[in-house]
């Protein structure tokens, strides 16, 4: 199965988001560039409006007067305001923007900026002091950078004549040939492993797994070191025998590992899914305990693999409950 999106191939890219002061996408203090588009269709998304390729309008229903400008701009009649607030179809929205102009609260939001190279190269030249104090540098996220890869070659260039330490935040899912281009203007790969099982991983994220395997191949191979992250999603990734598979996979065929990062569900994301009028499957479902990602590290662990480490939110402990606390690892 190949992912049948359009390839990008003008020297422009689109990013939805650009992260200054990062501290969880590389090592150091980084930049991360949040790159539009993603074969993937996992249903834990923390990025949903990552995945569509092209611009998007985001509607706030909380700051909203339901004034109805936005409709009366918008020329192809893509809004409607009813009893629920904005309605935006989205298959005759085209995100021009006029209506993101006309909205006084500032309710609609259009997500999706386009950049060339050298615009792009200053917006990351502005944090060099950071990366320079901390060891950072510059994080290719999404979405999936891959689907962009024409642009990542042209772009790439100009932070190596920067001396800009780049990393790569991938699914693992694109054609070879576009990673093998991209991996030698690379410094680390940070690679997504969700599922060991193959029937389960295409049937949760939508693609096979066969291709993500041959490209973590691909990885080691070039000799990158790697950060191998796996979500923990309740009811989906979270399960013993995942882990253990995953971590054995690590073991016997990841020579570069450096770093094993099991991430913690979170559910922050239930207003991005409303902003673009559709409903997140795991709104309702609680964040994990820490004892749960303790024992999970650990069955980990005692498959040998020593360097994994655990982050994102987490439940109260009981005892804090009552106030609704929340820990960050």
Same mark, same amino acid.
């Given at each position: 199965?190949?992912?049948?999106?359009?390839?990008?191939?003008?020297?422009?890219?689109?990013?939805?988001?650009?992260?200054?002061?990062?501290?969880?996408?590389?090592?150091?203090?980084?930049?991360?560039?949040?790159?539009?588009?993603?074969?993937?269709?996992?249903?834990?998304?923390?990025?949903?409006?990552?995945?569509?390729?092209?611009?998007?309008?985001?509607?706030?229903?909380?700051?909203?007067?339901?004034?109805?400008?936005?409709?009366?701009?918008?020329?192809?009649?893509?809004?409607?305001?009813?009893?629920?607030?904005?309605?935006?179809?989205?298959?005759?929205? &085209?995100?021009?923007?006029?209506?993101?102009?006309?909205?006084?609260?500032? *309710?609609?939001? &259009?997500?999706?900026?386009?950049?060339?190279?050298?615009?792009?190269?200053?917006?990351?030249?502005?944090?060099?002091?950071?990366?320079?104090?901390?060891?950072?540098?510059?994080?290719?996220?999404?979405?999936?950078?891959?689907?962009?890869?024409?642009?990542?070659?042209?772009?790439?260039?100009?932070?190596?004549?920067?001396?800009?330490?780049?990393?790569?935040?991938?699914?693992?899912?694109?054609?070879?040939?576009?990673?093998? !281009?991209?991996?030698?203007?690379?410094?680390?790969?940070?690679?997504?492993?969700?599922?060991?099982?193959?029937?389960?991983?295409?049937?949760?994220?939508?693609?096979?797994?066969?291709?993500?395997?041959?490209?973590?191949?691909?990885?080691?191979?070039?000799?990158?070191?790697?950060?191998?992250?796996?979500?923990?999603?309740?009811?989906?990734?979270?399960?013993?025998?995942?882990? &253990?598979?995953?971590?054995?996979?690590? =073991?016997? =065929?990841?020579?570069?590992?450096?770093?094993?990062?099991?991430?913690?569900?979170?559910?922050?994301?239930?207003?991005?899914?409303?902003?673009?009028?559709?409903?997140?499957?795991?709104? *309702?479902?609680?964040?994990? !305990?820490?004892?749960?990602?303790?024992?999970?590290?650990?069955?980990?662990?005692?498959?040998?693999?020593?360097?994994?480490?655990?982050?994102?939110?987490?439940?109260?402990?009981?005892?804090?409950?009552?106030?609704?606390?929340?820990?960050?690892?």
């Amino acid at each position: 199965m190949e992912d049948d999106r359009p390839e990008m191939t003008t020297p422009s890219c689109t990013l939805f988001n650009i992260q200054r002061f990062s501290t969880e996408d590389g090592p150091g203090i980084r930049t991360t560039l949040f790159f539009k588009g993603c074969p993937l269709t996992c249903t834990w998304c923390h990025n949903p409006e990552g995945i569509d390729a092209e611009p998007q309008v985001l509607w706030q229903r909380a700051i909203c007067m339901a004034c109805g400008d936005c409709a009366a701009t918008c020329e192809r009649g893509a809004i409607r305001i009813g009893e629920d607030g904005v309605r935006i179809d989205r298959a005759v929205c &085209r995100a021009c923007g006029r209506c993101v102009d006309a909205c006084p609260t500032g *309710a609609l939001e &259009r997500v999706g900026k386009e950049y060339d190279a050298d615009a792009l190269i200053v917006e990351v030249l502005k944090d060099r002091t950071f990366y320079e104090t901390s060891g950072g540098g510059v994080t290719l996220s999404g979405g999936e950078p891959l689907m962009q890869h024409a642009f990542l070659t042209a772009f790439l260039p100009r932070c190596q004549d920067e001396d800009l330490h780049v990393a790569l935040d991938t699914s693992g899912f694109a054609r070879g040939d576009w990673l093998e !281009a991209v991996l030698p203007l690379v410094d680390l790969v940070l690679f997504d492993l969700k599922l060991i099982r193959p029937e389960d991983h295409e049937r949760l994220t939508g693609v096979p797994l066969d291709k993500v395997l041959g490209n973590l191949d691909r990885v080691v191979a070039a000799g990158l070191p790697v950060w191998v992250r796996t979500p923990v999603i309740p009811g989906c990734t979270d399960d013993e025998e995942n882990l &253990r598979g995953i971590a054995e996979h690590l =073991r016997t =065929r990841v020579g570069t590992l450096e770093r094993y990062d099991l991430l913690a569900f979170s559910n922050l994301c239930t207003s991005k899914y409303e902003m673009l009028g559709r409903s997140f499957d795991l709104a *309702a479902e609680p964040l994990l !305990a820490p004892a749960t990602m303790e024992r999970l590290a650990g069955v980990v662990r005692d498959e040998g693999i020593e360097m994994v480490r655990w982050s994102g939110p987490t439940r109260a402990s009981a005892k804090d409950e009552e106030v609704g606390d929340i820990t960050l690892a």
